[in-house]
T-cell receptor
Framework: DTEVTQTPKHLVMGMTNKKSLKCEQHMGHRAMYWYKQKAKKPPELMFVYSYEKLSINESVPSRFSPECPNSSLLNLHLHALQPEDSALYLC????????????????FGPGTRLTVT | AQTVTQSQPEMSVQEAETVTLSCTYDTSESDYYLFWYKQPPSRQMILVIRQEAYKQQNATENRFSVNFQKAAKSFSLKISDSQLGDAAMYFCAYRSVGGTASKLTFGTGTRLQVTL
């Protein structure tokens, strides 16, 4: 099973709402990632979790709050977003070491299309 | 810091023909991984092919192959016998070796159109 799932597929929220994006993988990967992707641009890394601990935060505004409750789940909590935060949010995971997987490739989920009104 | 450059914003190929997408990168590291990802309009990023820098042999996956020139820091993707389903945005990506979680550095992408 080389699948990363993300819910919801689409989300429309107002600037005062609180919502969460969810990502799940059952490949035993111990690194999980959140990316933001604007139209016709490459993904931009937001956060990296390694062994359920936050290891990289790419200076993301505090209105985005990541959470890794266990090794299979990754959440992104959203609060007081701005219209410019509208984008595709991608989750990915990767194996711990080459011994655990074939190499360091990241497996991506289908993304959540977020629209902030 | 590493950088990845894709100099072709758009490419077009006829069905059944061959097309090559260019990618160059800049790094001071001697060992690393390179990837090509495909993102169709359905938006999921799909790994097409990977190359370990320490391997001299070019990677091949069915109709997809790479031309890896380490000294020139070049990593082009060749798609043979192009199919309509190959139409997508293609991203070249670089990753350092080591560590559990390391960043992928992406190029700006090449949009590939496949025509009948």
């Amino acid at each position: 099973d080389t699948e990363v799932t993300q819910t919801p597929k689409h989300l429309v929220m107002g600037m005062t709402n609180k919502k969460s994006l969810k990502c799940e993988q059952h490949m035993g990967h111990r690194a999980m990632y959140w990316y933001k992707q604007k139209a016709k641009k490459p993904p931009e890394l937001m956060f990296v979790y390694s062994y359920e601990k936050l290891s990289i935060n790419e200076s993301v505004p505090s209105r985005f709050s990541p959470e890794c409750p266990n090794s299979s789940l990754l959440n992104l909590h959203l609060h007081a977003l701005q219209p410019e935060d509208s984008a595709l949010y991608l989750c990915a995971s990767s194996p711990r070491t080459p011994g655990q997987g074939t190499s360091y490739e990241q497996y991506f989920g289908p993304g959540t299309r977020l629209t902030v009104t | 810091a590493q950088t990845v450059t894709q100099s072709q914003p758009e490419m077009s190929v006829q069905e059944a023909e061959t097309v090559t997408l260019s990618c160059t990168y800049d790094t001071s590291e001697s060992d690393y991984y390179l990837f090509w990802y495909k993102q169709p309009p359905s938006r999921q990023m799909i790994l097409v092919i990977r190359q370990e820098a320490y391997k001299q042999q070019n990677a091949t996956e069915n109709r997809f192959s790479v031309n890896f020139q380490k000294a020139a820091k070049s990593f082009s993707l060749k798609i043979s016998d192009s199919q309509l389903g190959d139409a997508a945005m293609y991203f070249c990506a670089y990753r350092s070796v080591g560590g559990t979680a390391s960043k992928l550095t992406f190029g700006t992408g090449t949009r590939l159109q496949v025509t009948l």
